[in-house]
């Protein structure tokens, strides 16, 4: 079964059309024995539709080859999304929402993450776009994709601050959001993920001017809840390492890739908290009001 918050009942019907197919599947790939269900939680990247459609055939995928039910559970913004983890409602993500200070202390443990390079804060306009410095941005509205956004809004907002830009921030609730508003010309700027940023011009078609670019980050963590029991983190987490070494799973990865045309094939590797250092670097220099 999949958790969707919708925004109205015609995106919802929209989505029940286009999934009521492959429902029953997911339900079968459960293990019949199982008696729990853990809710799987990753940041909202991109829209509803997209994300779900990412995530929901590699979520089938992990239940079946680790015996472990998950569950696919998405709110409306990725401050939804992760206002479950908060609230214990989930026990699996993917996210880089977990590393601050008070965070930390809920005792998750990164397992994996994509096998993709790292990541960067960035400030972009469209490429015709007369802004050609941060400095130009003063006075202007500036779009984010949420206020958890720690690579695409705390760390390009951070840099603001620094240099005592003035801007209105406005929150989105996902990239494609942002960046939709930023070419109806409702924005001058967006904070952004520079993975995020490649995608949607390989989607789209539009074309960004970078005015500034952090230091890089490793790409979002999976991540699980000190509330697994220690054998079945284990399961999901080789379901998810081992996936592009299988047929099935390669397939479903690939597809995953040109859904939204990723610059690497999708593939899942080990990771630890020792990856996370440089999230932690910023926490541990960031203005008050973004730790």
């Given at each position: ?19 009521c197919?492959?429902?029953p ?9 199982a ?18 459609s ?16 998950l569950?696919l ?27 601050s ?6 005792g ?8 993709a ?8 306009v ?8 941060i400095?130009?941005?003063a ?5 984010f994709p949420?206020p ?26 996902n ?5 939709t508003?930023?070419?109806?010309g409702?924005?001058k700027?967006?904070g ?18 970078v ?17 697994v029991?220690?054998?079945e ?8 390492l081992?996936m ?6 390669r397939k ?16 899942f ?7 996370y ?15």
């Amino acid at each position: 079964m999949t958790t969707l918050i919708f925004a109205s009942r015609a995106r919802a019907l929209l989505w029940i059309a286009c999934t009521c197919a492959v429902l029953p599947a997911a339900r079968a790939a459960a293990p019949q024995e199982a008696v729990h269900t853990y809710n799987f939680s990753p940041v909202n990247q991109w829209n509803l539709q997209v994300s779900a459609s990412y995530w929901n055939p590699i979520i089938r995928y992990v239940s079946a080859r680790s015996g472990v039910h998950l569950n696919l559970k998405l709110g409306r913004t990725s401050a939804d999304t992760t206002s479950y983890v908060l609230t214990r409602e989930v026990d699996f993500a993917f996210s880089n929402h977990l590393f601050s200070p008070d965070r930390v202390k809920m005792g998750w443990t990164v397992f994996g993450r994509r096998n993709a390079p790292p990541v960067a804060g960035q400030l972009v306009v469209p490429v015709d776009s007369p802004i050609r410095d941060i400095r130009d941005l003063a006075g202007s509205v500036v779009a984010f994709p949420g206020p958890e956004a720690l690579v695409a809004y705390k760390v390009p907002y951070a840099q603001l601050l620094r240099k005592h830009i003035t801007v209105t921030p406005i929150f989105t609730g996902n990239h494609d959001a942002a960046f939709t508003q930023l070419f109806a010309g409702k924005v001058k700027a967006v904070g952004a993920n520079s993975q995020l940023v490649a995608n949607w011009s390989a989607r789209e078609g539009n074309a960004f001017r970078v005015l500034w670019t952090s230091v890089p980050f490793n790409d979002l963590a999976l991540m699980a809840s000190p509330r697994v029991p220690a054998d079945e983190v284990r399961a999901v987490a080789r379901a998810f390492l081992t996936m592009h070494q299988d047929p099935e799973g390669r397939k479903i990865l690939a597809a995953a890739s040109e859904l939204v045309h990723a610059t690497t094939p999708i593939s899942f590797v080990a990771a630890s908290d020792a990856d996370y250092a440089s999230y932690r670097a910023f926490y541990a220099d960031a203005p008050a009001n973004l730790r």
